[in-house]
């Protein structure tokens, strides 16, 4: 039997900055994505981030011996993991508003009085419910030790310290041994990779049709950094294939990235 950690993961507000865009004004990703997941749970254990690798590598160069060329000590410790990400809104998709602002600490900017506007996207009132996958590694156990005895080194934020997180409803859970099907058909309830092959019938039920689909960060590339992309889909659309790690509790399938 398959065990993880669940619990609910929300906030007054959120900014997931996209690296693509930043001249009129900062875009966010509609949902957390894993790599900022792994970022939390990175500063609930007090593993360090990339202020950290910067510093130790400050006046090296790569390829040096002292040079340290691998990953943050987050993402290092806590890629394996596997998550779940549920949206805790109708159709999976936040509100989100312009946010405008001063940066003025002098030498944000080349305009007279060193003063930069900055705007940028903030979601409101996001939550998803997140569930970690049982590896058996010694990170998942920590993890789950910290989540359900309410600790944290560092205080985690949903992208920046702007934006403190709130976590509760932290519990323990074990999968069933079959996915939920209604009348045949599989639905997923958290976010997947979307299927090469598509998509089959919608979920017969009172809601409307919907799909919401996201090219979202899944991981880091090793030599800079930079981030990797699948496109996300949260649906009540049938998939035509199932994601490989798809499980079931409570009569709901989730799928794990």
Known sequence: MKKAIS???????????????????????????????????????????????????????????????????FYERLKHLKVSIIPLAAQGYFSKKIQVFNNSVGYASKEEGGNLIVREQWLEEPSWQIIILDDGSDEYSKIKEYLLEKKSVFIPY??????????????????????????????????FVAPKKGFG?????DDMPFMFK???????????????????VFTNFEPNELPKETYCYEDKNYSFI
């Open 158 to 191: 949903l992208g920046k310290n702007d934006h403190p997180a709130k976590i509760d409803d932290v519990k323990e859970i074990e999968f069933q041994e079959k996915l939920y099907d209604h009348d045949g058909e599989v639905y997923i309830d958290s976010l």
């Open 7 to 73: 619990f609910r993961l929300s906030g007054k507000t959120a900014c997931f900055r996209k690296p693509d865009v930043n001249q009129y004004a900062y875009f966010t990703y509609n949902n957390i994505h894993k790599v900022a997941l792994l970022g939390i749970f990175g500063a609930i254990l007090g593993l360090g981030g990339y202020t950290q690798l910067f510093e130790k590598n400050r006046g090296l160069k790569k390829g040096q011996l002292e040079y340290d060329d691998g990953y943050p000590e």
């Open 214 to 232: 996201e090219v979202s960060p899944v991981k880091l590339q090793e030599e800079y950094h930079f981030y990797e992309y699948e496109e996300l």
């Open 201 to 205: 019938f919608h979920k017969e039920s």
